[in-house]
């Protein structure tokens, strides 16, 4: 999702607008403070759209708190890259955790709930936050079999699910993610197990 | 949880009996097809009991459900114990695993779904399955350290949650949770990153 605000381009028909002005007031409302309750109705008051506009584009309150989740989540865990994949793997896991630790932790454990009774929102969830994050991390982890960092012959899902599945865990069955320190020792255990090393080669 | 059928003392009141009736009605409809849906109402009609005395026992659906599920759940998953801690936690995973694939699978998303929206649900889920199962893993993880497979120092809590956490995540927003195959994969990285090796000791 490029550029909520300024994305007009001038043959741009008129439908593209109200669609961005609703995803914005969503967007805002993910933003602003934890007492206004994320409704289609408020978010219809806000952008000034009919909420029957709004379900024609989004199926379900999942779908647009999705869409609109993706907009915050690419501004604030943009993939770092540096000489080091393992290093910016680890720099992943844990934007990913200051992430889930704030309000946008919430919301994705209301869309988790949400998808396990409504496969639209699921789907939604996968293939429009999980997919398009799991292919930044797995170019990473081959990065990391090509310069001799990790072992070779990785199952690339099988690492991303080590490394990504106990934050979830944490969301939605634990107290909370735990400091930046907890995340470095979860990474440890994971990366330890995958990394070159002289007896493994 | 013990033993739903047989549970009858002589000194035992009339309530524990049909406590344990509501329990047993609520377990057989989780061994049975999946054509049943889950409600208070039906358990009370199975067990012949009013659903105030439910409701009395069990504050919510998501309560009942759990406290049947771990009767289930302990029944298909005994923690094994052999000489080696590494395998023992190999197949507790591999156990759970084959539990969350089929239908108590389905009931655990539920309550996790449940448990978003529900603290009540999330408490019950956590102290009666959660927790107990954390502490047999933890005497394996403690068993590891002690006798050399695993190395010294280890935060327990980390490694379950690195152990157990891809589970949850495969369950809750992938397609499935993959067979023993690739369970035994996803071991394999978090065991490398924890045992004991000449290089690190």
Chains 1, 2 share one sequence.
Do not use: H
């Amino acid at each position: 999702m490029s550029n909520l605000a300024e994305d007009r381009g001038p043959g741009r028909p008129r439908c593209q607008d109200t669609r961005q002005s609703i995803l914005r007031a969503a967007y805002e409302m993910f933003e602003e403070g934890e007492d206004q309750p994320f409704t289609i109705e408020a978010v219809a008051r806000r952008s000034g759209a009919a909420k029957t506009t709004i379900y024609r584009w989004w199926p379900s309150k999942g779908a647009l708190v999705i869409e609109a989740f993706l907009a915050i989540a690419e501004k604030r865990s943009a993939f770092p890259e540096t000489e080091s994949a393992v290093a910016d793997l680890r720099m992943q896991v844990k934007l990913l955790a200051r992430l889930l630790r704030g309000r946008a932790g919430r919301l994705v454990a209301g869309i988790i709930a949400e998808a396990q009774s409504d496969p639209e929102t699921k789907k939604a969830f996968i293939d429009g936050y999980l997919k398009p994050r799991r292919l930044s991390a797995a170019r990473l982890i081959e990065r990391g079999m090509a310069n001799g960092e990790l072992r070779p012959g990785l199952d690339v899902e099988t690492v991303c699910d080590a490394l990504y599945g106990p934050l979830y865990l944490r969301l939605i069955l634990k107290s909370g993610l735990g400091d930046d320190g907890a995340i470095n020792s979860l990474v440890d255990i994971v990366l330890d197990g995958i990394r070159a090393s002289p007896i493994r080669q």
